[in-house]
């Protein structure tokens, strides 16, 4: 009876040893899925809180308020051989008064006051108007722009009437010519497609991206032209034809510690090499695009290389056994088959250059650049540089713009990775 027994118990023991260990081991993988979770939560936290941020401080610049004046050229004040020499911004302030029912004191306060609401450009129309046609000149002409950037803030709900007059830029009587122009319609609020049509200005309110845009396009262009067909041979020739030793080894751990370097290296590259030895253009969209292609290089051979990688091996046998070179087993079979790997490294890889901003101040795109680029050698600014450029004035409407123009370069980001992906599920092929 006792032999009989031992087993039994044995058994039971050995039972609740493997019971406790696959406890402990359900346990554990329990925790980890609760651990990955928290983990995800976190991090889309932490995204929602950075796009709600951007979009919350950012979305109101796409809210444009114009404001209409009729405004008399008064022959008087406007002398038809020096038309550039009148005041325009002063008639259109005068204008603005009288249609508030007020007039000008002995001082020009008043009037003074008027220019801080009004942007600038509603007299660069007037003084374009008049030279368009000097007839207009005694007659009464309607111009349409932008309000100052303090003002189109107070109608979006930024500044605050309840804020102490001390504390704000815009006093009390600012604040009720505003409500009264918006009471009698003649300040309409829209889209605000001048952000999106407009460069960089001085004037908030007359600030845009276009420029910007420009820039960015123009660089990047520069930089697929010379990083991705550069890129892409290197990394054909290194995987498909060279041989395989020490110095081929040395090359590939230099170029993935390439892929590491922080891109103000290659901006310091850049100012030696392109700037100060070849004498390229500073703030140009060349020398801009040289340095970026420098810095995407290693990330373009290196998807290149894995892409090649993941092409089987039966493909270049195949077409070694029914004749073919070994260069047109490459580039006749092989590389076209790994093409959505590397267009989606290029891709991502030109998503990743567009984003960099320190390089680009080492170069010198932190100029400020009111216009449209003129070609690749003329001064230009890029939306990295440009939110770094707004970010840093002092005055509070460009802070808003800044946000806006982040909202900007993440919309090409999307494009750009979203363009990665869909090239990538278009041509993949699984073996």
């Given at each position: 009876?006792?032999?009989?027994?031992?087993?039994?118990?044995?058994?039971?023991?050995?039972?609740?040893?493997?019971?406790?260990?696959?406890?402990?081991?359900?346990?554990?993988?329990?925790?980890?899925?609760?651990?990955?979770?928290?983990?995800?939560?976190?991090?889309?936290?932490?995204?929602?809180?950075?796009?709600?941020?951007?979009?919350?401080?950012?979305?109101?610049?796409?809210?444009?308020?114009?404001?209409?004046?009729?405004?008399?050229?008064?022959?008087?004040?406007?002398?038809?051989?020096?038309?550039?020499?009148?005041?325009?911004?002063?008639?259109?302030?005068?204008?603005?008064?009288?249609?508030?029912?007020?007039?000008?004191?002995?001082?020009?306060?008043?009037?003074?006051?008027?220019?801080?609401?009004?942007?600038?450009?509603?007299?660069?129309?007037?003084?374009?108007?008049?030279?368009?046609?000097?007839?207009?000149?005694?007659?009464?002409?309607?111009?349409?722009?932008?309000?100052?950037?303090?003002?189109?803030?107070?109608?979006?709900?930024?500044?605050?009437?309840?804020?102490?007059?001390?504390s704000r830029k815009l006093d009390d009587q600012q604040l009720d010519w505003l409500d009264e122009?918006?009471?009698?319609?003649?300040?309409?609020?829209?889209?605000?497609?001048?952000?999106?049509?407009?460069?960089?200005?001085?004037?908030?309110?007359?600030?845009?991206?276009?420029?910007?845009?420009?820039?960015?396009?123009?660089?990047?262009?520069?930089?697929?032209?010379?990083?991705?067909?550069?890129?892409?041979?290197?990394?054909?020739?290194?995987?498909?034809?060279?041989?395989?030793?020490?110095?081929?080894?040395?090359?590939?751990?230099?170029?993935?510690?390439?892929?590491?370097?922080?891109?103000?290296?290659?901006?310091?590259?850049?100012?030696?090499?392109?700037?100060?030895?070849?004498?390229?253009?500073?703030?140009?969209?060349?020398?801009?695009?040289?340095?970026?292609?420098?810095?995407?290089?290693?990330?373009?051979?290196?998807?290149?290389?894995?892409?090649?990688?993941?092409?089987?091996?039966?493909?270049?046998?195949?077409?070694?056994?029914?004749?073919?070179?070994?260069?047109?087993?490459?580039?006749?079979?092989?590389?076209?088959?790994?093409?959505?790997?590397?267009?989606?490294?290029?891709?991502?890889?030109?998503?990743?250059?567009?984003?960099?901003?320190?390089?680009?101040?080492?170069?010198?795109?932190?100029?400020?650049?009111?216009?449209?680029?003129?070609?690749?050698?003329?001064?230009?600014?890029?939306?990295?540089?440009?939110?770094?450029?707004?970010?840093?004035?002092?005055?509070?409407?460009?802070?808003?713009?800044?946000?806006?123009?982040?909202?900007?370069?993440?919309?090409?980001?999307?494009?750009?990775?979203?363009?990665?992906?869909?090239?990538?599920?278009?041509?993949?092929?699984?073996?």
């Amino acid at each position: 009876m006792t032999d009989a027994t031992l087993p039994t118990a044995a058994a039971t023991d050995l039972r609740r040893i493997v019971e406790a260990r696959l406890a402990k081991r359900h346990s554990q993988e329990k925790r980890f899925r609760l651990y990955g979770r928290v983990a995800i939560i976190v991090a889309l936290s932490f995204l929602v809180v950075l796009l709600g941020r951007i979009i919350h401080q950012g979305y109101t610049t796409f809210i444009d308020n114009q404001i209409s004046v009729s405004v008399y050229l008064d022959p008087s004040k406007i002398d038809r051989a020096d038309i550039g020499g009148a005041n325009y911004d002063q008639m259109v302030a005068l204008s603005l008064l009288a249609t508030l029912g007020e007039t000008d004191d002995e001082y020009g306060e008043k009037s003074g006051k008027i220019l801080e609401i009004m942007s600038n450009d509603l007299g660069f129309q007037l003084l374009k108007q008049v030279r368009a046609d000097p007839s207009a000149i005694g007659k009464r002409v309607t111009v349409t722009g932008p309000v100052k950037s303090d003002a189109s803030l107070y109608y979006k709900g930024d500044i605050k009437r309840s804020t102490p007059q001390d504390s704000r830029k815009l006093d009390d009587q600012q604040l009720d010519w505003l409500d009264e122009l918006k009471a009698a319609g003649a300040i309409k609020s829209g889209f605000n497609f001048g952000f999106l049509t407009r460069s960089d200005s001085t004037e908030a309110e007359q600030a845009g991206v276009l420029g910007a845009i420009v820039g960015s396009l123009m660089m990047l262009f520069v930089t697929a032209f010379l990083a991705v067909p550069i890129g892409v041979l290197a990394a054909t020739y290194l995987e498909e034809f060279a041989p395989k030793n020490r110095w081929t080894d040395l090359i590939e751990v230099n170029i993935n510690n390439l892929a590491a370097v922080p891109s103000i290296v290659y901006g310091l590259l850049g100012l030696a090499v392109f700037i100060n030895w070849l004498a390229v253009p500073r703030s140009s969209p060349l020398v801009g695009g040289l340095v970026l292609a420098l810095m995407a290089l290693p990330t373009v051979i290196i998807a290149t290389r894995s892409a090649l990688k993941a092409v089987p091996p039966s493909i270049r046998e195949a077409a070694l056994g029914v004749g073919a070179s070994r260069t047109q087993t490459v580039f006749h079979h092989v590389l076209p088959l790994a093409m959505p790997g590397v267009m989606t490294g290029a891709i991502l890889s030109l998503a990743h250059a567009l984003g960099e901003t320190a390089p680009l101040l080492m170069i010198g795109m932190v100029s400020f650049v009111p216009g449209v680029p003129e070609g690749f050698t003329g001064s230009a600014t890029v939306l990295p540089v440009q939110v770094f450029i707004w970010e840093t004035a002092s005055e509070r409407g460009f802070h808003e713009r800044t946000a806006a123009a982040i909202i900007v370069l993440l919309v090409f980001m999307i494009v750009m990775n979203l363009t990665a992906i869909l090239v990538r599920r278009r041509f993949e092929r699984r073996w």
